[in-house]
């Protein structure tokens, strides 16, 4: 169960700017959601959420009811909100549909290649292959600073796709990933072989090698995809 005080020191406070105060705090709580920080099927008390992120009770309800529409929240008769449960279901629907789009991003973006998107690539796996998975001196802890440069590696190898509605499409289903990878970072049968699996990846796709770097891509997926299900399945 969430209560204020979790939420307080795990929560990322909603950054100021032209976002009403209803989309902030929608941005952070989904946030919060896909990284694993408000755990699936725990509860969510409007009051405990109003301190946790510092605002008021209309924006947090408003908030939650584009997060039911979203399907990242639930909401019952008599027992109110609660963060969506995960199921192996949606997990392997959700890996089918990154590969399906990614794998046709990514050729689109072979065949589009540019150097400046060669050199995107280049820098973003360097930035990633520098960054710890891991909080040095722990075996699970994921390293907060390791996440964005992930995202970014994987966003930097389809922008030249050329498609914004793809980049889209691509880009939601990485968020709805988000949770269940990080079921994967908290696994014991977590891997330690990302480095080398990204390098392989970008190596691919530099030398032009689509079928090649579409089946490093998909392995890539399907070996998180394998990681989570073995997690769900085992009985608690």
């Known amino acids: 169960m969430t209560n204020a005080s979790t939420a307080k020191t795990t929560s990322r406070r909603p950054t100021a700017g032209k976002a009403t105060a209803a989309s902030a705090i929608f941005a952070a709580i989904r946030l919060d959601i896909l990284a694993g920080k408000l755990p699936p099927g725990s509860r969510l008390k409007i009051d405990a959420l109003c301190q946790a992120y510092e605002t008021t009770l209309n924006p947090v309800r408003e908030a939650l009811n584009r997060l039911t529409a979203e399907g ?65 001196g722990t075996a699970q802890t994921p390293n907060p600073e390791w996440e964005p440069r992930h995202h970014a590696f994987h966003n930097a190898l389809l922008t030249a ?63 998180t995809l394998a990681v989570v299900e073995d997690f769900l399945e085992k009985p608690s």
């Open 161 to 223: 796709c050329n498609s914004r509605i793809v980049l889209e499409f691509c880009e939601d289903l990485r968020e709805r990933s988000d949770r269940y990878r990080h079921i994967a970072s908290i696994s014991p049968q977590a891997r330690q072989s990302y480095v080398e699996e990204h390098r392989d990846i970008a190596d691919a796709v530099l030398d032009g090698d689509a079928d090649k770097a579409v089946e490093l891509l998909t392995a890539h997926y399907r070996r």
């Open 72 to 136: 990242l929240v639930d909401l019952e008769d008599q027992r109110g909100f609660s963060v969506a449960p995960v199921s192996i279901e949606e997990w392997r629907e959700i890996v089918r549909g990154r590969c399906l789009m990614e794998a046709c991003a990514l050729r689109e973006a072979i065949r589009n290649r540019t150097e400046a998107w060669e050199e995107g690539i280049v820098l973003s796996l360097y930035r990633l292959s520098r960054t710890p998975r891991f909080i040095e």
